[in-house]
Structures are given as structure tokens and as C-alpha cells.
């Protein structure tokens, strides 16, 4: 796993692209969103057990009340259905969190890392709107 996490800091170096080490397996990239105040951070993380796999997290999208949870549970069953590779749902606190998990090889390690984030931060750009909708109302 560590020639991964290496293959993946060295393509973002590289790349020029905004990041940062957030734990051991773990590290924040920040791809631009125009919809979503103060952007989107998508966690990539790599799994402890298993090098080949890396998953791909967008916490807190938005914050769902108690009494709009209902909403916010119908909206992420249609954004299940409508997005192919995407999971959405709700944590315990009501937050949308996006999620996506994937295969990698080592020598595509970093293009393909990239690519998930910056798909996935497309989407929460697109659904966006949506979601502060579904919280409003």
C-alpha cells in the first residue's frame, strides 16, 4: 500500500494539485465546485488491508433536520438511482455524505484517484442546488 500512497502523492505533486495528509491512509483533495460554498473536499482514502482498493468520501453536503430527514432520505434514494457510481445517504446527524469505491492499478494509481474526486465533486456541484432545495422546504 505505501507505493501506492506514494504513486498517488507523487502524480499530485506533479499535477499541481491542491492537497493535504489528513492521517496515515488518508488524504484531502480539493478540486474547485462553483456551486458549493467554500468548495468541496473529497477524502481519498487508502484501505489498510487491501492496497488495491480506495475509497472516496464527501462529508456534510448539506445537514438534514430531524423534521426534513424524510426528504433528505427520498432524495438520496433518487440520486442512488440517477448516478451509477455515486452512494449517497444519511449519517446519524442528518449529513449528506457522498461516497464512491474503486480498484486501482499502480500505475494508473494517481490519474485514476483524480479522476474519481474530481467526477465525484462534479456531481455534488450538479446536485447541489437540489439538495439546499430539499433543506429549505
Not at 1 to 18: A, G, H, I, P, R
Not at 100 to 128: K, M, W
Request: with cysteine; proline share 2%.
Amino acid at each position: 500500500m505505501e507505493d501506492f500512497k506514494s504513486l498517488f502523492v507523487s502524480y499530485m505533486k506533479e499535477n499541481m494539485v491542491e492537497y493535504s495528509e489528513y492521517d496515515e491512509y488518508t488524504f484531502v483533495v480539493t478540486p474547485s465546485a462553483s456551486n458549493v460554498p467554500g468548495g468541496v473536499q473529497v477524502l481519498v482514502v487508502f484501505d489498510e488491508t487491501e492496497s488495491d482498493i480506495v475509497h472516496f468520501v464527501i462529508s456534510n453536503v448539506a445537514t438534514f433536520t430531524d423534521e426534513k430527514r424524510a426528504a433528505g432520505m427520498a432524495l438520496c434514494n433518487r440520486l442512488n438511482a440517477g448516478y451509477r457510481w455515486a452512494k449517497f445517504y444519511l449519517n446519524d446527524h442528518g449529513e449528506m455524505t457522498v461516497v464512491d469505491d474503486a480498484i486501482i492499478e499502480s500505475r494508473t494509481v494517481g490519474s485514476e484517484c483524480i479522476e474519481v474526486v474530481r467526477r465525484l465533486a462534479s456531481i455534488v456541484d450538479v446536485i447541489y442546488p437540489e439538495v439546499q432545495k430539499a433543506v429549505r422546504e
